[in-house]
T-cell receptor
Framework: AQSVSQHNHHVILSEAASLELGCNYSYGGTVNLFWYVQYPGQHLQLLLKYFSGDPLVKGIKGFEAEFIKSKFSFNLRKPSVQWSDTAEYFCAVRSSNTGKLIFGQGTTLQVKP | DVKVTQSSRYLVKRTGEKVFLECVQD?????MFWYRQDPGLGLRLIYF???????EKGDIPEGYSVSREKKERFSLILESASTNQTSMYLC??????????FGPGTRLTVT
């Protein structure tokens, strides 16, 4: 069965620290990859997505992610986090076969001012 | 901007009650989805619909049913609520571009 694994469940960083959240998926075919973010009390919203082309994808608010096909990974990065980045982050994979989005377990990021 | 609305932000129901969760989207999207969100489990797909009157089971359909009579509206039904259905329920809609737009969620407590 297809699955998505996020390695870090709870991350605590100080402002200006660099961030990398891991995401690995199990599906071997053509995939579309997403990172969603849920700020406290707000809707889940799209941070960035990868469909094809340049494996380094830039999203909103200074986030980027790199698709490494050989490692089945789509890690999220930000060079310098801010207190306002405190949120829950979800990696999601859509397989071309099923058309469904499979979400990871989520990573809670807490940024200390 | 895409807008997905859900009928209630918070809902408290008793075991055995029939529960209706309503979702409306205003972007004429063909696809609509119901998920539940639980700590440590992420989002799990309950049901989805690619068209009016069409529905497909997701990964955890047991204990749930859905209805889509109009393109903009997708309802989730708990025929007989149980305590293990206490959760956050998220509705989403999407077009052929595969991106999904989420509603604010309904936090359902079954006592």
């Amino acid at each position: 069965a297809q699955s998505v694994s996020q390695h870090n469940h709870h991350v605590i960083l100080s402002e200006a620290a660099s961030l990398e959240l891991g995401c690995n998926y199990s599906y071997g075919g053509t995939v579309n990859l997403f990172w969603y973010v849920q700020y406290p009390g707000q809707h889940l919203q799209l941070l960035l997505k990868y469909f094809s082309g340049d494996p380094l994808v830039k999203g909103i608010k200074g986030f980027e992610a790199e698709f490494i096909k050989s490692k089945f990974s789509f890690n999220l990065r930000k060079p310098s986090v801010q207190w306002s980045d405190t949120a829950e982050y979800f990696c999601a994979v859509r397989s071309s076969n099923t058309g469904k989005l499979i979400f990871g377990q989520g990573t809670t990021l807490q940024v200390k001012p | 901007d895409v807008k997905v609305t859900q009928s209630s932000r918070y809902l408290v129901k008793r075991t055995g009650e029939k529960v209706f969760l309503e979702c409306v989207q205003d972007m004429d999207h063909e696809n609509m989805f119901w998920y539940r969100q639980d700590p440590g489990l992420g989002l799990r797909l309950i049901y989805f619909s690619y068209d009016v009157k069409m529905k497909e089971k997701g990964d955890i359909p047991e204990g749930y049913s859905v209805s889509r009579e109009k393109k903009e509206r997708f309802s989730l039904i708990l025929e007989s609520a149980s305590t293990n259905q206490t959760s956050m329920y998220l509705c989403a809609s999407g077009d052929r571009g595969y991106e999904q737009y989420f509603g604010p969620g309904t936090r359902l407590t079954v006592t």
